[in-house]
């Protein structure tokens, strides 16, 4: 178990200097550089030059690159081009108002999804089943910030429920989880659906209920554990989209996390942060996937890492 | 009652507790505002801070020498009185016990220290070459300090609008200020986490007795202008920056205040000319008329701003009143098109920032040049690729808001005098006309405010002529407050700074 997390773990170093190479490349195809940014109307060339000059912008790619990994892999990620502040210690006061976002829009595609997936799948074709798939096709098909901005209309601004924008109040996360969740939520609802049901034809199910088990316990216990791998591994793939998410659901709600921050630095092409930030999402999606392949283990028998 | 049952109470009861601590927020408490811009800070150092968001802050928590009226003329803030012995000598005597918030006087070394750090490309500061014709600045007292300029620079005095940093801090590590600002202004720092929250707290020795009133501040930015109203809507924000257009009246009818700014620049659509077909005068005029500006302006502003007909604002003293104002006139640009060589009109790419509002007046303008034949496709981009590609020459037709008005120098000079040809100066434009050239120089080197007039009128009335840029709406914004906020307005040219000297009502 602990050798192969090791590997996992040394598998992932090559997951993330692929990413930042790539990363960084694509960070300087974007036009109108961070000394642009800088001096903004009033740039010269002259200024540009002498601006990218005491930003290190002037030296080869490769060297820049070489340079950053360098640092980082002495735990230094740079200070920003923006307002001098080193990047680390900002980028980790936002992660707690990330990781509460991310988990509980986590929590909602979870409360929604498994109950009607699992109704949809027991009463397939029935008025139920339509609905959730009905449901399902929406959360897919409608952009998140778009949620986002009816819910604040609604509840925010017409019933004054919940709080507009901030992370003041705990209620301040309900509906951006929600806008966040919805997505996800119908995705997974789909693929509890689907995956249940292919179970559900197997013989196993029916010996269980020859042996007098309750649909209860058939469904729950029997089938779902059998049905419920394919969903564990979706979620693992969603939580990349998830975090994408963020950035749009955080700008949306003003919510003072990682997403919306580096959001605001990509609009002034602030390198330093965006690869910082690249840095902390590639982490963090790497350890989940290991998690992930840990959960199948323990969900699935069959499954053992020696 | 039920196991399931009192589940179910226990579930609704816990909902209810949710919503009812939430209606429970409320924005401000005793003394305290709290105010949500549309960005937050870049940075908080007066040395650095060149964007209007950095700049809201700057202005509370430090002073400039001079501010801009409301017409356009200078009005002196930490400068007590000012002579100029010759034409290249300006003397400014400073205000006595000013204190930066470390108790330390401000005198003219920090002022020297700001300017010369400004105006020394090497350190970056956006607005260097607005003192390119300072040859030194001198300290002759504590309170006295004299800039010398290369040649008479009229300008100079409009553009001492920037805000005075401590030496004693910043010549050691000017970047100190970035983290712990010390400024000698109304408010001062408490603390500031990027992109969430920056608090200030009245500064009680303000050289100015009596203010500020209001003791807290905190900016809170909204980037999303839905959000953003809801929160003023809702009482989580007392101020909100930046109120579209659409929702000015929505907004009044509710009992909130919407104030409009000082307009300080115009919005318009303007020409490559280094490109063809844009190089020919008929067609720039051609496609003026084209267009039904007053219609323009009266659908996508909703009658609140004005149409335009020049470079410089008629609040300034240096508006010419008698440039024309073209109508829309389709027979004569068909006639004129014919004449240039295209009687079955072009295509063309139309360059903007992608913009709700800059994009609903460049699809009308495309609607109404397609009836003379002129097929423009829309390239919206995100601003620093659209102005990348502004500034590098990258475009054919493209739709601008200028903004800075503070002296006529700076919208005139800089954008239509052929020595500032982009990429080397801000004439991306590629105007050229040695004319302009000769009276944007003069009225530059002439102190006497009659004569620099007449020669802007004379400038204004080129353009014009010229067909170098359609004018369209003033540029202005509105910033909604709640009905306690009292005697606050926006400057332009100090931000948030009125702030300084408005209350909240029963508080």
Redesign the interface.
Known sequence: MARYILRRLFQSIGVLLGVTILVFSLVQL????P??????????????A??NH?LGLDRPLHVQYLDWLWKVCRGDFGTSF????PILP?LL??MPATLELLAAAMFVALLVAIPIGIASAVKRNSLLDNVGRVFALLGVSMPSFWIG?LL??VF??DL???????R????GV?MPAIALGFAMAGILMRMVRSSLLEVLREDYLKTARAKGLSEKVVILKHAMRNAILPVITTIALQVGNLLGGTVVIE????W?GIG??CY?RM???DIPTIMGNLMLYAILVCVLNIITDLLYALFDPRIRYS | MSMKGKKWLGFVLLVAL??A???G?AAADNGSIVI?PA??A????PLKA??SYSLYSVYLMYDPLFTIGKDLKPVPVLVSKYENPNDRTYVFHLKKNVRFHDGTPLTAEDVKFTYDFIRD??N?N?????YDLVEKIEVLDAQTVRFVTKEPYAPLVANLNLCIAPKHIAEKDP?AL??KPVGSGPYRFVSW?????LVLEANPDYWVKGVPKIKNVTL?????A???L??L??G?VDIADHIPPAQTKALAAKGLKVIPTQPNGYNMLTFNETKKPFSDKRVREAMTLALNRKEIVEFVWYGQNRLLNSSIIPQSWAYEPKVKNYGQDIKRAKQLLAEAGYPNGFEFTLSLEADENVKKFVEIAQQQWAQIGLKGTMVA?????????I?SGKYEVCAWQSLDQKDPDVPLY?MFHSKNWA????NWIFYKNPKMDRTLDEARTTLNREKRKTLYREAQRMLSEDFVCIYLAEYKKFIGTSAKVKGFYYSPYDYLRPLATSTIAGK
């Not at chain 2, 986490?193 to 929250?197: D, G, Y």
């Not at chain 2, 990429?423 to 801000?426: S, V």
């Open positions: 974007i036009p109108g550089g000394a642009l940014m800088i001096l903004g109307e009033d740039a010269t060339a002259e200024q540009i002498i601006v005491n923006q307002d001098s502040r900002d006061s936002r901005l604040i209309l925010a601004k004054r429920w919940l709080p507009s924008a901030g003041e109040s705990w209620t309900i700008t949306v709600f003003a003072p919306r921050f605001m609009l002034q092409r | 949710a919503l601590s939430a209606v927020i949500a960005a937050d870049k940075t908080l150092n060149s964007d490309k090497k970056g956006r607005y260097a070459s607005y970047a970035d983290r986490n990027p992109q969430e929250k809170k930015p909204i980037g999303e839905t959000t953003r809801v929160a809507e809702t989580t981009k995100e601003w620093g690729a659209f102005f990348n590609d500034t800089r990429p080397n100066g801000y």
